[in-house]
């Protein structure tokens, strides 16, 4: 229920308060005074696009706020779901700033407007010429067959199932657009798989290759140079080694002269155990390298293969081909396996398919029930609303399964006797219209939990009793719901618990919309000017107090 709604900057609208009362409020007042600006501030609240245009003052921030009464509307689960603190007493606000950015905020925290568009429609069902469209389209009409029917968890359940078998299709095709593509190259990545396998790749083999070949191309220098060193180490009597050893043995002997040589005795010695230890290690090396011509040639053709396949595949090492051997493998392997897993998926989704018909088929038969009920009491409102030749139905036809359901339904419309109820956009005038709508709200008010119901003009191409009929229905709805209702008609307006105000002050530079809450004796004078305009007779002025008696 709105307790509270301030407007700020927006529009014609410098400054408004209001507090509507729980049960029915009327809002009237000269035509352009600014009683639809009203319902744009409100529909702000309830997550509406924002435009700078409406700002009064182009250089200051519009702010619209509205503080709502949520007590024993059950949402708790909503607020905790979106992380938002829950307060009995929500107060909503919108700021538009005057470079165009927008803000929204629930209880003080920031919000998407898609957050608050969802939690608007638990707040409030206004009613405007957007209603009249939205009538004639069949999801519209499915939302109130719906709720009429009380199908929310049918409906719930349809939609899991619904997603279920959008999951099931989504992984089938993926993986059949997979195996399609695989398939296709499937004898090529074979080519490319045996290719690579045939040559037995190993982790760092390609160093070990180039190291082995580069000694074997130089096979002969190599043991040439190493006799070579050797000999000049190892010659018995000009050699090195024999030459140091001699050496040494001096050293040995000034150790004994004095202490300090001790220090060359040992550098000296680990200086020749290291010659010796080099000359053992040629000696080695010497022993394995080989002068193999074919062995050279072996090498040459595994490392130009190796080269080749990089090359081939714009890799680098022969770990990057091990890795795209791997892959290839994969992918034969799954190209083994794809039957079956494609044979699985279709399986999952042809039973997620007949779990969404099944579910489908409870919530269309659960529908369908209800469209008698729902054309009788509605043809039953729209007699008591003037329209005594009234004539309402459904019409259905089974669809695919769809993101509603495998229904698709129109609401047939005939105001006259006679004629043949059809699609409501081809025969409803603007007056009918308007009683349908409200018939529609009506019945739905019982259905619905909503703290809030705004009529705009409801009552636009009504009159006498009809209106005053209209105006007996919403007291009813006010009796468990909070209503506002913009009027042009006298005895509508007369009913009200509360009676606003809405007018121009142009008292200043720019004209501004201004709204005051009536007394008895203003809203006398209102109701009188409303039945016989700006300056109404003493007749006038007591209608108006016999409307407002009753």
């Known amino acids: ?133 939205q009538l004639g389209e069949g999801e519209y009409q499915l939302d109130l067959i719906d709720a009429f029917t009380q199908s929310q968890n049918e409906l719930t359940a349809y939609t899991q199932a619904f997603q279920d078998y959008q999951k099931a299709k989504r992984s089938y095709e993926t993986l059949a657009k997979q195996a399609l593509e695989l398939k296709k190259e499937a004898d090529f990545n074979q080519f490319q798989l045996e290719e690579l396998s045939s040559l037995g790749l190993k982790a760092g083999e390609q160093e070990e290759l180039e190291s082995e070949q580069e000694i074997l191309e130089n096979a002969e220098e190599i043991k040439g140079k190493i006799q070579e060193i050797l000999t000049q180490l190892q010659d018995e009597q000009f050699g090195g080694l024999n030459i140091l050893s001699q050496a040494n043995h001096g050293i ?7 202490h300090k040589f001790e220090t060359f005795k040992e550098r000296f010695q680990s200086v020749l155990i290291e010659l010796k230890d080099i000359a053992e290690s040629l000696e080695d090396e010497d022993s394995k390298v080989e002068v193999d011509f074919e062995k050279l040639d072996v090498t040459r053709d595994r490392l130009s293969k190796i080269y080749q396949l990089q090359q081939k595949h714009g890799l680098e090492t022969v770990e990057d081909l091990i890795a795209l051997q791997k892959e290839l493998a994969d992918k034969a392997f799954q190209i083994e396996n794809l039957d079956e897993q494609l044979e699985n998926l279709k399986f999952e989704m042809d039973e997620a398919y007949k779990s969404l018909l099944e579910k489908g088929n409870l919530l269309s038969k659960k529908r369908k029930a209800g469209f008698q009920h729902f054309s009788k009491e509605l043809i039953s409102l729209l007699v008591q609303l003037g329209m005594e030749n009234a004539q309402v139905e459904f019409s259905h ?127 006398i004078t209102e109701i009188a000017k409303m039945i016989a305009g700006s300056n109404p007779s003493e007749t006038a002025f007591e209608s108006a107090r016999e409307l407002l008696k009753d």
């Open 1 to 133: 229920m709105l307790k509270t709604l301030s407007i700020a900057n927006y529009a014609l609208i410098q400054s408004l308060d209001m507090e509507p009362c729980a049960t029915l409020n009327m809002i009237t007042g000269e035509t352009g005074a600014g009683k639809s600006i009203m319902l744009g501030a409100v529909g702000l609240l309830l997550g509406n696009r924002a435009d700078t245009k409406a700002l009064f003052d182009e250089e200051k921030k519009c702010i619209v706020e509205g503080e709502f009464d949520l007590k024993n509307y059950k949402l708790k689960d909503f607020f905790e779901s979106e992380d938002l603190d829950f307060e009995e007493i929500c107060i909503i606000r919108r700021e538009i700033s005057p470079n165009g950015k927008s803000r929204a905020f629930i209880n003080d925290s920031p919000v998407r407007l898609e957050i608050l568009k969802e939690l608007g429609k638990s707040l409030m069902d206004v009613h405007s010429q957007h209603d009249s469209l």
């Open 252 to 258: 040995q002997q000034l150790g004994k002269f004095a």
């Open 397 to 523: 036809t089974a669809i695919t399964p769809s993101k509603r359901g495998v229904d698709q339904i129109d609401l047939l419309f005939s105001a006259n006797k006679g004629v043949k109820p059809q699609a409501l956009k081809q025969v409803a005038s603007g007056g009918e219209f308007s009683r349908l709508i409200f018939a529609i709200k009506y019945i739905m008010a019982d259905k619905m939990a909503l703290p809030t119901l705004i009529f705009d003009e409801i009552d636009t191409g009504v009159s006498g009793e009809v209106a005053l009929q209209m105006v007996r229905m919403m007291q009813e709805i006010a009796k468990k719901h909070q209503v506002v209702c913009i009027s042009h008609l006298p005895q509508v307006a007369a009913k009200g618990d509360q009676h606003y105000f809405v007018y121009k002050d142009n008292s200043t530079e720019r004209t501004i919309s201004k709204i005051r809450l009536l007394e008895k004796d203003e809203r």
